[in-house]
């Protein structure tokens, strides 16, 4: 009930009980305007009682509400801070996996060097060792001996 009705109510409450100083107690119009007095009385105090609870649930709702879009808030704020650390971890990984490419491919130089120089210079000592057993400054069996010293093993 809005409040105009209410005070209306109220209004023809006190009408009636102004009344009442007309008529003599124990007359049946008294009787019927007390009774007009209660019905007017419990209209007006459940009209008045449904606001209040009206009231009450709104500002509960309105709690509710409020603690509802509190935790979307908080809800979608992890949310944000979780795909953080997810873009930073992957920032971070592809940074680790770019590190560990070029760790293996200086890896994968250094074997490669391994491999090659001692052969490429094993081949230069062969060529110098004919250059010299043609102009006769060291014999083949010197030239042997010396290769076993040099030559690389397992």
């Known amino acids: 009930m809005g409040d105009e009705v209410l005070n209306a109510i109220e209004q023809q409450i006190l009408d009636l009980t102004e009344d009442l100083n007309n008529y003599s107690p124990e007359s049946e119009e008294y009787k019927s305007r007390i009774e007009e007095i209660q019905t007017l009385s419990n209209v007006a105090n459940n009209g008045r009682k449904i606001a209040a609870d009206y009231d009450n649930k709104s500002t509960e709702l309105d709690r509710n509400l409020k603690v509802k879009e509190a935790e979307i808030e908080l809800k979608k704020n992890e949310l944000e801070f979780k795909k953080q650390e997810h873009e930073e971890k992957m920032i971070n990984d592809d940074k680790a996996r770019k590190s560990n490419m070029r760790c293996e491919l200086v ?23 004919y250059n010299f057993e043609k102009t006769g400054i060291v014999s083949s069996n010197t030239f042997r001996n010396f290769l076993r010293c040099i030559r690389p093993k397992k």
């Open 107 to 129: 890896k994968g130089g250094v074997q490669v060097f391994g491999v090659t120089v001692p052969l490429w210079f094993y081949a230069w000592f062969l060529k110098q060792g």
